[in-house]
Nanobody, 126 residues
């Protein structure tokens, strides 16, 4: 099973940018669809976006479409989340997650992902 470690979070002003990284180990990254999720205090974990195994397709929540971009470098075992035009409502802990190796579905539900990182805090000030 793949292990995940996020990094790159921090404090940024509204309108700024951050790039999150998700370093993976323990298995071949190209075997997994990868997702990004976020969770704000008092709220449920919500889908941000996902990228398919080869990186050929990406899907985004409406709230981040046009501002966030997911990419992956399977040779470096890393998935990225580039966040531009950040808003205070983007403040949350951000998690990367991997679907099962046998799951090829496009799914936005956290329950479909069975490997998670510890999360990285993103705070956007107004």
């Amino acid at each position: 099973q793949v292990q995940l470690v996020e990094s790159g979070g921090g404090l940024v002003q509204a309108g700024g940018s951050l790039r999150l990284s998700c370093a993976t180990s323990g298995d071949t990254l190209s075997r997994y669809n990868m997702g990004w999720f976020r969770q704000a205090p008092g709220k449920e974990r919500e889908f941000v976006g996902l990228i398919t195994r080869s990186g050929g397709s990406t899907y985004y929540a409406d709230s981040v479409k046009g501002r966030f971009t997911i990419s992956r470098d399977n040779a470096k075992n890393t998935v990225y989340l580039q966040m531009n035009s950040l808003k205070p409502e983007d403040t949350a802990v951000y998690f990367c997650a991997a679907q099962s190796r046998t799951d090829y579905s496009i799914t936005y539900s956290p329950s479909a992902y069975n490997s998670w990182g510890q999360g990285t805090q993103v705070t956007v000030s107004s």
